[in-house]
Nanobody
């Protein structure tokens, strides 16, 4: 089993920054890919970014490229999402996920999920 705990959400004004953290514990050798997803009210869960645990290869959805940066600290078993130049449309509940998906965007292929952390961006 793998446990994921997110932190770092909050409320900021447009143009501001936040850094989300996802602490990982348990059977971490079972993890191939870790990702950040978000879900706004009335919307489907959306893949934001992902990173391979082994080599650090990253993926981003187009709407966050150049603004968000995903990273990991393997010594601390923690994944991060640095979010800069935040926009009101980034407002959502953000989740971290882990597993061995074939497609990084497909939330159904991730085995483990955190409880979510709220990000609210005001204009």
């Amino acid at each position: 089993q793998v446990q994921l705990v997110e932190s770092g959400g909050g409320s900021v004004q447009a143009g501001g920054s936040l850094r989300l953290s996802c602490a990982v514990s348990g059977y971490t050798s079972s993890i191939g890919l870790m990702g950040w997803f978000r879900q706004a009210p009335g919307n489907q869960r959306e893949g934001v970014a992902a990173i391979w645990a082994t080599d650090g290869l990253t993926y981003y959805t187009d709407s966050v490229k150049g603004r968000f940066t995903i990273s990991q600290d393997t010594a601390k078993n923690t994944m991060y999402l640095q979010m800069d130049s935040l926009k009101p449309e980034d407002t959502a509940l953000y989740y971290c996920a882990a597993g061995r998906p074939l497609r990084w965007r497909n939330s159904n292929e991730y085995a483990y999920w955190g409880q979510g952390t709220q990000v609210t961006v005001s204009s």
